[in-house]
């Protein structure tokens, strides 16, 4: 089993969550991998779920390898690829586009898991956010500073007044009779010899 779960470790799929719209209702699709990798999907209201395991992987239709499952499981979440029906206290999860979508049957759960599991994925939710916002207020700051570097570093920029590369300059008109070489002294003409008259 330890295997099993490292595969799912190690694919990412440990710790997915996605909200699904449904017919009439939204549905918070989620996995956990703490003691076995399990799928569970939501209401608010209700609960369904299913342990998972390398049989019950093999058992969904369609899957020729773990490798395969598990990046098109974790490609269908994070795309949002996932659609959800209600039958009974049944209900069937499908992951991926196409033809062939993952299909995964998920039971409704008693009143005492549905407890403690809501209570799990509200608190895993809100340290979700709590890391999100985090995170964002650091990258502000980051910006902030970066923004006002910039600024202080435009305000000694005046007092460079040299020339910039890849700066267009003008090129100034030539007064005729000055040397090219030299621009401050006038083009010395050739000796013609001695003029007689």
């Given at each position: 089993m330890s295997s099993f779960l490292d595969t799912v470790k190690k694919e990412r799929c440990g710790e997915l969550h996605r909200v699904v719209k449904g017919d009439d209702d939204k549905y918070l699709c989620y996995t956990k991998s703490t003691t076995g990798w399990t799928i569970c999907v939501t209401d608010g209201v209700s609960l369904w779920k299913v342990e998972m395991d390398e049989d019950t992987v093999n058992d969904i239709p369609g899957v020729t390898s773990m490798?395969?499952?598990f990046i098109k499981f974790r490609n269908g979440f994070q795309a949002g690829d996932l659609s959800?029906?209600?039958?009974?206290?049944r209900i069937t999860l499908y992951v991926g586009k196409g033809s062939a979508p993952l299909t995964i049957d998920l039971y409704e759960t008693n009143a005492a898991v549905k407890k403690t599991e809501m209570q799990s994925v509200l608190f895993r939710l809100a340290d979700s956010a709590t890391?999100?916002?985090?995170?964002?207020?650091?990258?502000?700051?980051?910006?902030?500073?970066?923004?006002a570097q910039k600024g202080a570093g435009q305000g000694a920029a005046f007092m460079d007044l040299g020339p910039k590369k890849g700066s267009p300059t003008k090129n100034?008109?030539?007064?005729?009779g000055m040397s090219v070489l030299n621009p401050s002294s006038k083009k010395r003409k050739a000796a013609k010899g001695v003029v007689f008259n």
């Open positions: 490798d395969a499952f959800v029906s209600v039958v009974g206290k890391e999100l916002s985090t995170a964002l207020e650091k990258s502000n700051q980051l910006v902030d500073s970066l923004k100034k008109a030539s007064k005729v």
